[in-house]
């Protein structure tokens, strides 16, 4: 008998007790399961460098956190990533102008306002972690929303003119709730940020909050790495 | 009424067999038409039938009403026959089915109008999670006390896979749905940024894990011995596989963050676990080919056998294919591309499905009493099925890495190659043209099956006769 046998003899020795008893063989289960769960989602809560903020890195106001909820909604997030990674052929894609300095990949800073994350699992379209970089053109994102063949001919995005009809206009009363809630769960709005929000969305369709998150995108960052070179 | 019928409960396995095919209807409908919508934008129709509305509708009405209709189903049916008991209690397992097919209808209609959390596979708004705990907590107790009143004492190899997936669904579940509603129909993940990336793919690995894997296996560990009459290969396999494999599985789930801003270790971690757990899944794999080779001879006959040896075959391949994508290096080509659509679909179609069609072919003539209307029509749901498979998974991996290596490539000069995005798209089309005719094709399959279910139980209480299928048996043919 090589150890491989003994090995399995030992362990099985137990486990054919266990398949006796269904509380113990629940526990057990139980406990296997748990073991890297807790290993991997507890100790990152407390490394800093996975919570605090990029400096220059804020908040969405209003009209930009109107705009995550459409993106949200209409699920853009199932064919648009947000997140570079740090390879030369993906930063030099999504960071043309090299607004990021030397490494225009994204960071974990840059995300901690983001209830819930955004990241996407599937590039069918660009990556938009950095879009108010690429196209900081309001009209043109317009143009491209209303319809994508307009502007990129051969593109396989859905047409989205029902966002800037008169039926979208965003109630601001319900996105001050928005902010409220993110509020409690740890984003440092100002009782100014959440008032602001019935002036900053006055007559704005949901296209047009779109458009100010995707301007809102990587901006921060840029601005940041901007003023540093 | 049969005898076991007095015994045993079922009308509940009846029930979920259904609802199993109507939302595997809905769900490869869905599926195929918004692989068309990939090549045809005109098939967007906004707002409510727009590609971004509607994939979360199709994965969660193909893992959520699908999957875990058929697991149900063999749920109540193993549990009851390996504790040799009735179920505990009939009243929960009928509410369980009411509350659970309510629960889907309200996935279909919230996630065309965009009420979403954009977690993948997690996407219900939290009026509807907390229906799905309302509902999985009575199956729960009714699962547990039939196993705690069971009459027999060994708790059986398929039953360990159970149970080790009704612990871990609400953990995995409550945890990563953790939310702050802000109206009935909005609310915000309490989790931020890398933390909420962490604990979604901790989440979404292990759906793989626990709905899609764990629990098919279970029913492969009661229905391919029964079916062919033989007993599994290995028991101790079974255990080393078993506990090999809910223990690596929880850990992989960082594979889906390589190159992200997550911690370094973490990825690592992910990586090397998905690697081992290449192991306790052939192990799985083996078991179950080497028990069918006990019955190998049939195969050519017997469509049943056909659709489990493809099902395993295909699980073999998408859990090798797997840690082959954990690593790093690999990642870097296949991350974001149509290759891991290929992947998550060999094991979906391949392993999910195909499993669960033996299992439907194996119950329908059981459960209402009467032989199946066409083994013919078996057999060709079965190739019609493969051949869908097969033009699905190679046209999305020869685009996936297309695509990989479209975005990677660049010139002399260190210039990106195809700086214009739509120019990549354009060569992915004819791809995942294929795509959509491969899915079109597997959908035409659940249509025979369910046109020969149908006929089936129109027939029902005529006699059921079984085909012995144990070694040197003689063919008995089937009137």
Not at chain 1, 110 to 131: C, I, M, N, Q
Not at chain 2, 26 to 41: E, H, K, N, R, T
Not at chain 2, 62 to 85: D, E, K, N, P
Not at chain 2, 119 to 127: C, G, Q, V
């Amino acid at each position: 008998m090589n150890w491989f046998d003994k090995l399995l003899d030992w362990f099985s020795g137990f486990t054919d007790q266990w398949e006796k008893h269904g509380v113990k063989f629940t526990l057990y289960t139980t406990i296997a399961i748990l073991a890297g769960g807790l290993f991997e989602l507890v100790p990152p809560f407390f490394l800093s460098k996975t919570a605090e903020p990029i400096q220059n890195v804020k908040p969405y106001n209003a009209l930009e956190l109107a705009g995550r909820d459409v993106y949200q909604k209409e699920g853009c997030n199932n064919c648009h990533t947000q997140m570079i990674r740090p390879f030369k052929w993906e930063v030099d894609r999504f960071d043309p102008q090299h607004s990021y300095g030397k490494d225009g990949y994204s960071k974990a800073g840059e995300y901690v306002y983001d209830h819930p994350f955004l990241w996407g699992s599937k590039r069918t379209g660009p990556d938009l972690a950095h879009e108010s970089q690429i196209q900081p053109s309001a009209e043109w994102h317009k143009t491209h929303l209303i319809n994508p063949r307009d502007t990129a001919k051969g593109s396989i995005m859905p047409a989205y003119p029902w966002l800037f009809e008169e039926s979208s206009i965003i109630d601001a009363s319900k996105i001050a709730d928005h902010m409220r809630g993110l509020q409690k769960i740890g984003v440092p709005y100002t009782e100014e940020d959440i008032s602001s929000a019935s002036s900053l969305l006055a007559g704005k369709t949901a296209g047009d909050a779109l458009i100010a998150y995707l301007l809102k995108l990587g901006r921060d960052t840029a601005e940041l790495s901007k003023s540093l070179q | 009424m049969s005898s076991s019928e007095q015994k045993y409960n079922d009308t509940i396995v009846k029930g979920f067999l259904i609802s199993g095919l109507v939302w595997g209807v809905a769900s490869m409908l869905v599926g195929v038409w918004i692989a068309f919508q990939m090549v045809y934008p005109e098939l967007n129709f906004g707002p409510y039938f727009t590609f971004g509305r509607l994939r979360p509708l199709h994965t969660n009405a193909a893992i959520f009403g699908f999957a875990l209709s058929i697991i149900f189903a063999t749920a109540y049916h193993t549990v009851q026959r390996l504790c040799r008991v009735r179920i505990w209690s009939d009243k929960l397992s009928n509410l369980h089915l009411f509350l659970y097919n309510l629960t889907i209808i309200a996935a279909a209609i919230t996630l065309p109008l965009g009420l979403n959390q954009s977690k993948e596979y997690a996407e219900l708004e939290w009026p509807l999670d907390l229906m799905v705990v309302i509902w999985f907590v009575i199956f729960l107790i009714n699962y547990f006390a039939t196993i705690f009143t069971r009459e027999e004492k060994q708790l059986y190899a398929a039953i360990w896979f159970y149970i080790a997936s009704w612990v871990t669904i609400p953990i995995l579940f409550i945890v990563n749905n953790l939310s702050i509603p802000v109206s009935w129909i909005k609310s915000y993940s309490v989790y931020s940024g890398v933390y909420d990336a962490n604990i979604q793919w901790w989440y979404g690995h292990n759906a793989v894990a626990f709905v899609l894997t764990t629990p098919f296996l279970g029913l492969m560990y009661y229905y391919l011995p029964k079916h062919i009459k033989q007993p599994i290969y290995s028991h101790r396999l079974s255990i080393i596989h078993f506990w090999s494999l809910i223990f690596l599985y929880i850990w992989a789930g960082p594979h889906h963050l390589l190159y992200s801003p997550l911690p370094d270790w973490l990825q690592t971690t992910g990586m090397v676990f998905s690697i081992m757990l290449w192991m306790p899944s052939w192990g799985g794999m083996l078991n179950g080919f080497l028990t069918l080779t006990q019955a190998k001879e049939k195969i050519k006959t017997d469509a049943t056998l056909k659709m489990l040896l493809v099902g395993l075959t295909f699980y073999g391949m998408s859990t090798f294919e797997g840690p082959l994508l954990s690593i790093r290096a690999v990642s870097g080509l296949g991350h974001n591309t149509d290759w891991i659509i290929g992947h998550v679909h060999g094991g979906t179609l391949g392993w999910v499905g195909m499993m669960s069609f033996a299992v439907i072919y194996y119950l329908v003539p059981r459960l209402w009493n009467t032989n199946l209307f066409s083994e013919r029509l078996a057999n060709t749901h079965f190739w019609v099925a493969t051949l869908g498979i097969l033009l699905y998974i190679v046209s999305m991996w020869v685009s996936g890495i297309s695509e990989g290596s479209m975005w990677r490539a660049i010139d002399e000069t260190g210039a990106l190659k195809f700086p214009n995005w739509v120019q990549i798209t354009e060569t992915l089309k004819p791809y995942r043209l294929f795509r959509g005719i491969g899915g079109g094709l597997y959908l035409i399959g659940l249509l025979i099956m369910i046109y020969n279910v149908v006929r089936t139980i129109l027939n029902s209480g005529s006699g059921f006769k079984e085909i012995d299928l144990r070694i040197g048996s003689k063919e008995e043919k089937v009137v």
